[in-house]
């Protein structure tokens, strides 16, 4: 005996509850996919917000942001932080491959491993995925960093770089807010001592202290000033006409 109504409505009531699950999952899908597509252009004029940022509001927490454009951010902060964060960060188009495949080799092997993210995948994590480790979070790291380098320019990659970090353990996020907490100074105004130190801080905001640092502490913003001096160039893309004045 053949089944009644037409195909179409013999083909929905054979999908059944799954299909309709399943179509629901992909709109979800492609709702979420579209966020970070339509936003990255958006962030070339507007001023961002973090995922971080945004949680720790949602939970009335304090957040401290005053968002300072690259211009006015110290020369000398912007390669102590790609000197210790991205050596590479005007080179690669948003992923460093070379690193990313070393980490992977090191992960494969049971070895401890970094995670070889970018700044342009920091950033990318801290304006669409949150701060959570997990492997699937760095998988969607890598397409998101290259699309963000392919939008973005560097120099407007950095400057929400500085401005979304979280610098401090009471809220601070950006450098202004992070260099006024550590040495009541603007971001404008900062020593080789200060800005490396300020460099060193951004792996572990909760913890370390730029204002009050260990002789360890002082020790890694030493190397990252004498790099930062020694091959301040490679971090020449972020500076007004392609050039950092340093001295």
Not at 88 to 99: E, I, M
Not at 225 to 236: I, M, N, P, S, T
Request: proline share 6%; aromatic share 6%; net charge positive.
């Amino acid at each position: 005996m053949s089944e009644s109504g037409p195909p179409a409505a013999r083909r929905r009531r054979k999908r059944g509850p799954f299909g309709r699950l399943l179509r629901v999952l992909l709109v979800v899908v492609a709702g979420l996919a579209a966020i970070p597509i339509v936003l990255t252009p958006v962030y070339l004029v507007v001023d961002p917000v973090s995922v971080p940022m945004a949680l720790r509001m949602l939970g009335g927490q304090q957040v401290v942001r005053e968002w300072r454009p690259i211009g006015q951010i110290s020369d000398r902060l912007k390669a102590a932080v790609i000197l210790s964060e991205d050596g590479q960060f005007c080179r690669h188009l948003g992923v460093d491959l070379r690193a990313l495949k070393d980490e992977a080799e090191l992960m494969l092997a049971g070895k401890p491993f970094r995670g070889a993210s970018t700044l342009t995948m920091q950033v990318a994590r801290n304006l669409f995925l949150g701060t959570g480790a997990s492997i699937v979070r760095k998988a969607l790291e890598v397409p998101l960093a290259f699309y963000v380098d392919l939008v973005l320019p560097k120099r407007r990659i950095m400057e929400i770089y500085l401005n979304i970090a979280e610098w401090g353990p009471d809220g601070q996020f950006g450098i202004e807010a992070g260099a006024k907490a550590a040495f009541g100074t603007d971001a404008d105004a900062l020593s080789w001592e200060r800005a490396s130190l300020l460099a060193v801080t951004l792996p572990n905001p909760l913890v370390r202290r730029p204002a009050r640092p260990t002789s360890g502490l002082r020790r890694v913003a030493a190397i990252v000033e004498q790099r930062a001096r020694q091959y301040g160039e490679r971090a020449d893309c972020v500076g007004e006409n392609g050039r950092l004045a340093l001295q």
